[in-house]
């Protein structure tokens, strides 16, 4: 299962786009990079994941560098809404999709 | 889609009383099941997962156990509860497990052992 690497922390504008980066260098070919954030006593909320192209929804992009070995989540326009812990993980395998869950990025928009 | 139902909310127990969780999931058959454990502060600790009826994979051996009654019914029970055990704990369901199968969360239990 990959490793993954996040900031402890990050400020963003409100109405700026928030660029959160992640580094998974012991990534595996078939492993997915997923993003999940978490608001305050909730349960993580999905927000989107990748192979190997960059992908897009209404939520975000995801950008995955060639090599695989980071990605940066893509929030276009921040809102206040958006302050959460975000977390990047990469899934693993066995007979169910373990997910490994660091301590993420907390993002604060600020207004 | 998938709704997954949790509870208690939130509950308070004393240590070495034991401990029921339960998680049910609407709209979805034969899924991974999943819990998790947040303590404050941290990220989340998978405790134990399962690909099915009856079957339970343990990640992190301590005072909890799990099973699986029912294909979407997971529940989380311990005998003796420890201070250590406090935090949050949340279910998640997953539809196949490949590793494009995306895990959704339940609204979570808040375990507080006094």
Known sequence: ?111 | SQTIHQWPATLVQPVGSPLSLECTVEGTSNPNLYWYRQAAGRGLQLLFYSVGIGQISSEVPQNLSASRPQDRQFILSSKKLLLSDSGFYLCACQQGASHSDTQYFGPGTRLTVL
């Open chain 1, 1 to 111: 299962d990959a490793k993954t690497t996040q900031p402890t922390s990050m400020d963003c504008a409100e109405g700026r786009a928030a660029n959160l980066p992640c580094n998974h260098s012991t990534i595996s070919g078939n492993e997915y990079v997923y993003w999940y954030r978490q608001i305050h006593s909730q349960g993580p909320q999905y927000i989107i994941h990748g192979l190997k192209n960059n992908e897009t929804n209404e939520m975000a992009s995801l950008i995955i560098t060639e090599d695989r070995k980071s990605s940066t989540l893509i929030l276009p326009h921040a809102t206040l809404r958006d302050t959460a812990v975000y977390y990047c993980i990469g899934s693993r395998t066995n007979t169910g999709n373990q997910f490994y869950f660091g301590t993420g990025t907390s993002l604060t928009v600020i207004p």
